[in-house]
């Protein structure tokens, strides 16, 4: 099994729909992640999970809401979506906070595409 | 967001040569330096991690240099493989976070 498994893994949405991509990691992972990767461009961190706590909100827009309703599933909910959000999204988890120990694991990504 | 400036964009080696990847940071509080390797199609994965009180780490083929006073990292990959060819990102983290460079995609050519 996959360590961190995202789904779907190709998405194609109208501005006006609202879909939610997921993720589970199976790793018995605390710490969950949701990173933004466009092309040319530095991943981007969008939110932090951390034991179902929200840690971080990275100035990301409304139309965007994650949830984490275990340690082991996150979930990003879209709605009202720009052509500007097509990108791949990245879901990660690490054993706990703090990067000089507990290193992040990636799902292979949920490419995203607003038409 | 803690800046990480990554070069070249891409390069191109021969099977059997040396592939450099330098990055530059601007900040000086973080305590982790790791590099990230992409396939296409798949999410990036930890490839080797350094820690500011090593200059160097090696790991196969792969060696990471850390310049403290210059602020600056780099990648060496050597012997390079086809099996290599992959985007790299270098990254450091304030905190928790982690922030990456832009990545640079290397093709070896067999």
């Known amino acids: 099994e996959t360590g961190v498994t995202q789904t779907p893994r190709h998405l194609v949405m109208g501005m006006t729909n609202k879909k939610s991509l997921k993720c589970e990691q199976h790793?018995?992972?605390?710490?969950m992640y949701w990173y933004k990767q466009s092309a040319k461009k530095p991943l981007e961190l969008m939110f932090v999970?951390?034991?179902?706590?929200?840690?971080e909100n990275n100035s990301v827009p409304s139309r965007f809401s994650p949830e984490c309703p275990n340690s082991s599933h996150l979930f990003l909910h879209l709605h009202t979506l720009q052509p500007e959000d097509s990108a791949l999204y990245l879901c990660?988890?690490?054993?706990?906070?703090?990067?000089?120990?507990?290193?992040?694991?990636f799902g292979d990504g949920t490419r995203l595409s607003i038409l | 967001q803690q800046q990480v400036k990554q070069s070249p964009q891409s390069l191109i080696v021969q099977k059997g040569g040396i592939s450099i990847i330098n990055c530059a940071y601007e900040?000086?509080?973080?305590?982790?330096f790791p590099w990230y390797q992409q396939f296409p199609g798949k999410g990036p994965a930890l490839l080797i991690a350094?820690?500011?009180?090593?200059s160097e780490k090696k790991e196969g083929r792969f060696t990471i240099s850390f310049n403290k006073s210059a602020k600056q990292f780099s990648l060496h990959i050597m012997d390079s493989q086809p099996g290599d060819s992959a985007t790299y990102f270098c990254?450091?983290?304030?905190?928790?976070?982690?922030?990456f460079g832009a990545g640079t995609t290397v093709t070896v050519r067999a």
């Open positions: 990660a988890s690490s054993q706990d906070l703090g990067q000089g120990l507990w290193p992040q694991h």
């Open positions: 790793l018995g992972h605390n710490a």
């Open positions: 999970y951390s034991l179902e706590e929200r840690v």
């Open positions: 900040n000086t509080a973080f305590d982790y």
């Open positions: 350094i820690r500011p009180d090593v």
């Open positions: 990254a450091l983290n304030p905190l928790y976070k982690l922030s």
